[in-house]
Nanobody, 127 residues
Framework: QVQLVESGGGSVQTGGSLRLSCATS????????MGWFRQAPGQEREGVAA????????YYADSVKGRFTISQDNAKNTLYLQMNSLKPEDTAMYYC????????????????????WGQGTQVTVSS
């Protein structure tokens, strides 16, 4: 069973930074596609960043490119999302998710393609 445990959310002012963490097992870390998603109140869940550790490939939503960085620590089996230059529109519940790879290349940031989810961690950015 795949288990994902997020941490690191909080409240910051505009322009601030936060780093989210997602801890999982070693097998998940190596074999699964992993991503960060967010959902604001009244909004659909959207993909923020994704990473396939086996290939070292990363993908970002246009809204976070240049501000967010997805990375990993292999020794700790932990996925990170470094968030810089935060804006009020980044306020949301952030979720870590995992899936076995699918065919094609258009699904990486589609939450419907991910099977396993963490409990979420709240990020609030005030102006």
């Amino acid at each position: 069973q795949v288990q994902l445990v997020e941490s690191g959310g909080g409240s910051v002012q505009t322009g601030g930074s936060l780093r989210l963490s997602c801890a999982t097992s070693g097998s998940t870390f190596r074999m699964y596609f992993m991503g960060w998603f967010r959902q604001a109140p009244g909004q659909e869940r959207e993909g923020v960043a994704a990473r396939y550790n086996a290939a070292g490939s990363t993908y970002y939503a246009d809204s976070v490119k240049g501000r967010f960085t997805i990375s990993q620590d292999n020794a700790k089996n932990t996925l990170y999302l470094q968030m810089n230059s935060l804006k009020p529109e980044d306020t949301a519940m952030y979720y870590c998710a995992a899936t076995r790879p699918h065919l094609g290349s258009t699904w990486y940031l589609n939450p419907d393609q991910y099977n396993y989810w963490g409990q979420g961690t709240q990020v609030t950015v005030s102006s």
